[in-house]
Nanobody, 118 residues
Framework: QVQLVESGGGLVQAGGSLRLSCAAS????????MGWYRQAPGKQRELVAT??????????NYADSVKGRFTISRDNAKNMVYLQMNSLKPGDTAVYYC?????????WGQGTQVTVSS
C-alpha cells in the first residue's frame, strides 16, 4: 500500500503557473507508475499526466488538453512527483488528484483544489 498527499493547489489568474506536489509514503521506485488526474464539478475524473516510476526511463504521457503546458516529473530520492502547470486556463479549474498504480491496485490522494480565474 501507499499513502499519497498532494499540495500546491490554489487560486491563480489565467496565464499563471502552479506546481503541484505529491508525497508518497514509500519508495516510488517500487511503484509502477504515478500520475495526476483532475475532476471538475459535474464532470468525470480525467487523466492529466502519468509517469513511469519503477524504471529509470521516466516516460511520461499527457492528455492532449495539457500538452505543452504541463510537465510531470519525479524525484526518486524524495519520493515525490510533481506537476508543473503553466499557461493555466479557466478550464483547468478542478480538484487534482495524485494517483499511484502498484500491480493491479490503484491508490489516490485526497486531492488539491486548483482554481483559475479569468
Amino acid at each position: 500500500q501507499v499513502q499519497l498527499v498532494e499540495s500546491g493547489g490554489g487560486l491563480v489568474q489565467a496565464g499563471g503557473s502552479l506546481r503541484l506536489s505529491c508525497a508518497a509514503s514509500r519508495s516510488i521506485g517500487s511503484i509502477n507508475a504515478m500520475g495526476w488526474y483532475r475532476q471538475a464539478p459535474g464532470k468525470q475524473r480525467e487523466l492529466v499526466a502519468t509517469i513511469y516510476t519503477i524504471t529509470s526511463s521516466g516516460i511520461a504521457n499527457y492528455a492532449d488538453s495539457v500538452k505543452g503546458r504541463f510537465t510531470i516529473s519525479r524525484d526518486n530520492a524524495k519520493n515525490m512527483v510533481y506537476l508543473q502547470m503553466n499557461s493555466l486556463k479557466p478550464g483547468d479549474t478542478a480538484v487534482y488528484y495524485c494517483n499511484a498504480r502498484m500491480g493491479v491496485s490503484y491508490y489516490w490522494g485526497q486531492g488539491t483544489q486548483v482554481t483559475v480565474s479569468s
